[in-house]
């Protein structure tokens, strides 16, 4: 049988590293099952070293580079990378991360043994400095039901290792912009339409850290993003009163 093509989305704005954004995408270029296509955004204007390595890349012919003329933020940004997809599953990607070199063959066997799946994931590990300097790990649940009980608690998915099926994601409106957790949102839409989760029981992704993210992950702002999102699941039966309140 042909092989199931599939796109990936990535999407890179002017205050990423240049050579961390290199070292990603040589990641997703060095894989036992190549994709067929990479939707790059590049969100604004960004300077001239990263510049000249997303025309270095532009000259490969999967590549589809979207430039928007300022920066819209992620969300809008991971909308317009999905709206450009040409191919039923898409498989995201961070500018700074780097993924294991088997990710998307894993991910690939699971749709294709598994046709009733809206989305696979997987789990990731956190470094510091070197890929080899890892500092943390994030383990996702694996089956359909443990992730929602899950995203009773906390974000099931770990945005960067999913590949999804595009027609789902689109019939829940896609990425919608919610300041830092536009994944959650999603995720919580499509666990209400029905959709069937699964994570890989592998490390996907090595995931870059540091105290730039953490400053992202806390504040007022970040709190009361939160809450909205609490309410949106309690409203929605997601989760009880008690929950919500804790």
């Known amino acids: 049988m042909p092989e199931t093509k599939f796109s990936v989305s990535m999407c890179v704005y002017g205050k990423d590293n240049?050579?961390?954004?290199?070292?990603?995408?040589?990641?997703?270029?060095?894989?036992t099952r190549q994709p067929d296509e990479v939707v790059l955004v590049v969100?604004?204007?960004?300077p001239d070293e990263l510049d000249s390595i997303i025309k270095y890349f532009e000259n490969n012919p999967i590549f589809k580079v979207i430039r928007l003329p300022?920066?819209?933020g992620h969300g809008e940004a991971?909308?317009?990378?999905?709206?450009?997809?040409?191919?039923?599953?898409?498989?995201?990607?961070?500018a700074d991360d780097i993924s294991?070199?088997?990710?998307?063959e894993k991910q690939l066997k699971m749709f294709e043994n598994n046709?009733?799946?809206?989305?696979?994931?997987g789990s990731i590990t956190e470094f510091v400095g070197e890929p080899e300097n890892i500092v943390g790990a994030r383990v996702a649940e694996l089956d359909d039901k443990s992730i929602k009980e899950d995203m009773k608690k906390r974000c099931p998915m770990n945005q960067v290792t999913v590949m999804f099926k595009k027609s789902r994601v689109d019939s829940v409106g896609g990425y919608?912009?919610?300041?830092?957790?536009?994944d959650t949102y999603l995720w919580l839409r499509l666990c209400l339409d029905g959709a069937v989760f699964a994570n890989l029981p592998d490390f996907l992704v090595n995931v870059r850290v540091g105290k730039e993210m953490y400053q992202r992950r806390g504040g007022m702002k970040y709190f009361l993003s939160e809450a909205k999102l609490q309410k949106y699941m309690l409203d929605n039966k997601i989760i009880g009163l008690g929950t919500f309140l804790t």
Do not use: H
């Open 18 to 31: 240049p050579e961390w954004f290199r070292i990603a995408v040589d990641s997703i270029l060095d894989q």
């Open 43 to 46: 969100d604004g204007p960004v």
């Open 70 to 72: 300022e920066n819209r």
């Open 78 to 94: 991971r909308r317009t990378g999905l709206d450009n997809c040409s191919y039923e599953l898409v498989a995201l990607m961070d």
């Open 100 to 104: 294991a070199s088997d990710r998307f």
């Open 115 to 121: 046709p009733e799946l809206t989305i696979v994931g």
């Open 176 to 182: 919608i912009d919610w300041f830092c957790e536009e």
